[in-house]
T-cell receptor, first 114, second 111 residues
């Protein structure tokens, strides 16, 4: 399995509080992604990174920010959590973007906003 | 905007049956297509990646085909087993944009 660790695995938080999810990889891959998975919507891209300090928005970026200060770590922050952000969040990595490199996923973080 | 559709949403088959999962996409200018497997409570596991120049890829009992002109891909599973029960997702890349995922087909193989 690709070396991807997401933390925490589960979190319950209250509306309006800030939340940070962490993704750590040991593969030295250049590209890292944050997805959310919801019933009826499937997987949707939130933000992605193509290098240290290089990030871009995905399909559902509103209410989320990211940071990548080191190759191995990609942080997702919910500045002020809302109930609509209750979801399962997946981090993924790839060695290249859109090329012959498969995407490898972490085991996810289940976030509940009450 | 690329859209990916997987039909049916759920499928139940008896053990030993050969089966086909379908994936269709609206923009045929794809870079590659990937098939993933997801077990309950887990992340996605990459099964097969087909480049746009390829027609198919095989791994063990799995065979994925790609027809860009018709915007379709199929995942063929031979001699299905209960351990194949999972959700199967396809995703397409159009080069400089991240993958777009279908919503998946939930497969149940009954012993």
């Amino acid at each position: 399995d690709a070396g991807i660790t997401q933390s925490p695995r589960h979190k319950v938080t209250e509306t309006g509080t800030p939340v940070t999810l962490r993704c750590h990889q040991t593969e030295n891959h250049r590209y890292m992604y944050w997805y959310r998975q919801d019933p009826g919507h499937g997987l949707r891209l939130i933000h992605y990174s193509y290098g240290v300090k290089d990030t871009d928005k995905g399909e559902v970026s509103d209410g989320y920010s990211v940071s990548r200060s080191k190759t191995e770590d990609f942080l997702l922050t919910l500045e002020s959590a809302t109930s609509s952000q209750t979801s399962v969040y997946f981090c993924a990595i790839s060695s290249d973007r859109g090329d012959n490199s498969p995407l490898h996923f972490g085991n996810g973080t289940r976030l509940t906003v009450t | 905007k690329q859209e990916v559709t997987q039909i049916p949403a759920a499928l139940s088959v008896p053990e030993g049956e050969n089966l086909v999962l379908n994936c269709s996409f609206t923009d045929s200018a794809i870079y590659n297509l990937q098939w993933f497997r997801q077990d309950p409570g887990k992340g996605l596991t990459s099964l097969l990646l087909i480049q746009s120049s390829q027609r198919e890829q095989t791994s063990g009992r799995l065979n994925a085909s790609l027809d860009k002109s018709s915007g379709r891909s199929t995942l063929y599973i031979a001699a299905s087993q209960p351990g194949d029960s999972a959700t199967y997702l396809c995703a397409v890349s159009t080069g400089n944009t991240p993958l777009v995922f279908g919503k998946g087909t939930r497969l149940s193989v009954i012993a």
